[in-house]
């Protein structure tokens, strides 16, 4: 049964920093790309980040690049986004979600806010 369970989310001040991952089992995390997606309150759905399944080719949505960071550790079975210089409007709820077009499976994410 593939499983993605995402963690590392809370309350964190305008300029912190947080690290997400995304725990997967069922699969075979080195076969797959990853991709991470956010839903802001009362917003659709954001994509966020995209891991080939390499782990080498990475993209960001503009919003976020330069600030986040993605990464993926298959002996861990495990996929990161490391989010630094963190904004109010990085508020969200965070999903990680197996492949890109079509993304089969979904965690059922992590809430991330930033406040002061």
């Known amino acids: 049964e593939v499983q993605l369970v995402e963690s590392g989310g809370g309350l964190v001040q305008p300029g912190g920093s947080l690290r997400l991952s995304c725990a997967t089992s069922?699969?075979?995390?080195?076969?797959?790309?990853m991709t991470w997606v956010r839903q802001a309150p009362g917003m659709g759905l954001e994509w966020v980040s995209y891991?080939?399944?390499?782990?080498?080719?990475?993209y960001y949505a503009d919003s976020v690049k330069g600030r986040f960071t993605a990464s993926k550790d298959d002996a861990k079975n495990t996929v990161y986004l490391e989010m630094n210089s963190l904004k109010s409007e990085d508020t969200a709820v965070y999903y990680c979600?197996?492949?890109?077009?079509?993304?089969?499976?979904w965690g059922k994410g992590t809430r991330v806010t930033v406040s002061s």
């Open positions: 979600a197996r492949g890109s077009d079509p993304m089969d499976y």
């Open positions: 069922g699969f075979t995390l080195s076969r797959y790309a």
């Open positions: 891991i080939h399944s390499g782990g080498k080719d990475i």
